[in-house]
């Protein structure tokens, strides 16, 4: 198991049944950039890019993904940087850091809910029901 500190890009249209390590698989029509952990274990990483998931940005053959790569449910819980191509290791997070983001990113993704205004009574029609109501109270006694 031997880390990886750099991957290059290769766009595909197809996404490959095994993936290489040190290769980043971006395919635009799919949506979603592919790679093996950069720890060595072999899991499998895939980052959905889409505005609410993750950002990818090219310098000349340089692929950066923005936010971080935590694979924290894999075994070696790593947690990393792709930028311009380098791996950019960062502290792994405690689970309560990892539930906390995950709440976020639930909430970011939920769809904006549309208020729609209660229809009011106009005016004069509201005053004559308020007068028939305290008619009747006066009738009834309730």
């Given at each position: 198991m031997s880390r990886i500190h750099r991957l290059?890009?290769?766009f595909v249209t197809d996404i490959p049944e095994k993936l290489e390590d040190g290769i980043l698989y971006v395919s635009e029509e799919?949506?979603?950039?592919?790679?093996?952990?950069?720890?060595g274990c072999g899991e499998e990483v895939s980052t959905p890019l889409v505005p609410?998931?993750?950002a990818l940005r090219?310098?000349?053959?340089?692929?950066?993904i923005w936010p971080s790569i935590g694979s924290h449910d894999f075994a070696c819980r790593s947690h990393y940087i792709i930028d311009h191509g380098r791996i950019e290791w960062s502290g792994q997070m405690s689970r309560a850091a990892i539930e906390a983001g995950r709440a976020k990113d639930r909430r970011l993704k939920r769809p904006s809910v549309q208020v729609t205004p209660t229809p009011r009574r106009p005016p004069f029609f509201g005053g004559v029901i308020d007068w028939l109501k305290a008619g009747f109270r006066k009738i009834t006694g309730r």
């Open positions: 290059r890009t290769v799919c949506h979603v950039a592919l790679h093996n952990c950069a720890c609410t998931e993750y090219m310098t000349n053959d340089d692929a950066s």
